[in-house]
């Protein structure tokens, strides 16, 4: 057992030392866009969102996307099935004349667009009926991108909040690179300490999946996607088959990434820091809820990559701290040290916040009861659920990506 035990100590430390040098090495590479100067003038560029019930803040959402400075602008949002004040809000923002940008239209630098007097144009698509093998959200995101006219497209969520310069200074990238799609990383805004915690946590594993930094490397297999922000050029986002070839992959932005690196086009990922905002979930629950939908389904709907990912997620993050109080002489050390690396990576990724480098352990413990608390459910009953729609697990495991 003593011999066990010092062998998983040091296969841990050697993996976490393997861990903490790529994220130190690749993790600085992921630009702050913030940092990138904004572009003067750029392509047509449409916005698509889809909006189902979302009452609570999408007036603050669309209200920010029709103050943003970029020129030639369209904004299509598309009412999903809403049951709540979510087409009467749209109806009136789509009625709202706001004081155009001075950088409007294609005009000299710093004079107002003389052909236009009013702010983006704002389109509503409402939908009322959702047609069989589709996710309500893909759906709707294919058909907002069917009647957008713009050579660049901008998937976001209903809930963005974004600053006005945003889409100048992304495009600004876009074009300085020759990038073909290129995600953005929102602020997180929750409550209190605990999910704060978790938060920054989410953002460690999330790194351990995608490794982003990699993402711009053509020979690299890692690719992303952000439902916050997926902007991608019109033509390749026809090339990969738009939504329907993901129509029912409720992980839809991750696997558009990937769709757009498996068919040879340059992807990037960018730090949206004070740029663009999200208000996740506000309680616990929630946001164990508003995960599941992705968390078996980010695993390929395999009870083997549940297996494998929660054994890796205790063995690198929980164990650790176990063996602390459970280990002795060099095993003890070997643990202590993996700890230490821990850390490391943890504060790579979120700076030095004591209290959720803390929590951290009890992060990943939950992130591991959310994978089987996902797998589970849906295998046992055979859907998932996702906005008030029950989908079947066989036709969503049909559609691999």
């Known amino acids: 057992m003593?011999?066990?035990?010092?062998?998983?100590?040091?296969?841990?430390?050697?993996?976490?030392?393997?861990?903490?040098?790529?994220?130190?090495?690749?993790?600085?590479?992921?630009?702050?866009?913030?940092?990138?100067?904004?572009?003067?003038?750029?392509?047509?560029?449409?916005?698509?969102a889809a909006a189902r019930n979302e009452a609570r803040g999408i007036e603050a959402a669309v209200t920010s996307l029709l103050r943003l400075d970029y020129p030639a602008l369209e904004i299509v949002i598309v009412n999903d099935r809403s049951t709540d004040e979510t087409g009467a809000i749209l109806h009136r923002l789509s009625t709202v004349r706001l004081t155009p940008s001075p950088l409007r239209g294609y005009g000299a630098p710093?004079?107002?667009?003389?052909?236009?007097e009013t702010a983006p144009r704002l389109t509503i698509v409402n939908i009322t009926e959702l047609p069989d093998g589709w996710?309500?959200?893909?759906?709707?995101?294919?058909?907002?991108?069917?009647?957008?006219?713009?050579?660049?497209?901008?998937?976001t969520d209903a809930d963005i909040v974004f600053e006005p310069t945003t889409l100048r200074r992304a495009v600004a990238l876009l074009e300085k690179e020759h990038t073909d799609h290129l995600a953005m990383i929102p602020d997180i805004v929750v409550p209190g300490v605990a999910l704060n915690a978790f938060v920054a946590a989410f953002a460690v594993f999330f790194s351990m999946y995608a490794r982003p930094w990699k993402v711009r490397d053509?020979?690299?297999?890692?690719?992303?996607?952000?439902?916050?922000?997926?902007l991608i050029r019109g033509e390749a986002y026809r090339a990969i088959g738009g939504h329907r070839a993901i129509a029912m992959r409720p992980d839809d932005d991750i696997k558009l990434g990937k769709l757009v690196k498996k068919h040879g086009f340059r992807q990037d990922v960018a730090i949206g820091r004070d740029l663009i905002t999200v208000e996740w979930y506000a309680s616990i629950g929630a946001l164990v809820d508003g995960l599941m939908k992705n968390a078996f389904a980010g695993v390929d709907y395999s009870l083997w990559k549940v297996a494998g990912s929660s054994a890796a997620l205790f063995l690198m993050n929980v164990w650790p701290v176990l063996a602390l109080f459970l280990t002795e002489g060099i095993t003890r050390a070997l643990n202590a040290v993996s700890l230490l690396l821990i850390v490391l990576i943890f504060w790579t990724v979120n700076g030095t916040r004591v209290a959720y480098v803390l929590a951290f352990p009890a992060a990943a413990v939950l992130f591991i009861y959310i994978m089987w608390r996902s797998a589970l459910i849906a295998i046992t009953r055979g859907t998932i659920a996702w906005r008030g729609t029950e989908y079947p697990l066989s036709q969503m495991r049909a559609n691999g990506v």
């Open 2 to 48: 003593d011999v066990t035990l010092l062998v998983l100590a040091a296969f841990t430390t050697l993996l976490l030392t393997g861990l903490f040098i790529d994220f130190a090495m690749g993790h600085g590479q992921v630009r702050v866009l913030k940092d990138i100067g904004p572009a003067q003038s750029g392509p047509p560029l449409s916005i698509i």
């Open 110 to 116: 710093g004079k107002p667009d003389t052909t236009s």
């Open 135 to 155: 996710l309500g959200k893909n759906y709707a995101l294919q058909v907002g991108a069917d009647a957008a006219t713009g050579d660049l497209i901008l998937f």
């Open 218 to 230: 053509p020979r690299s297999s890692a690719h992303i996607g952000v439902g916050a922000f997926n």
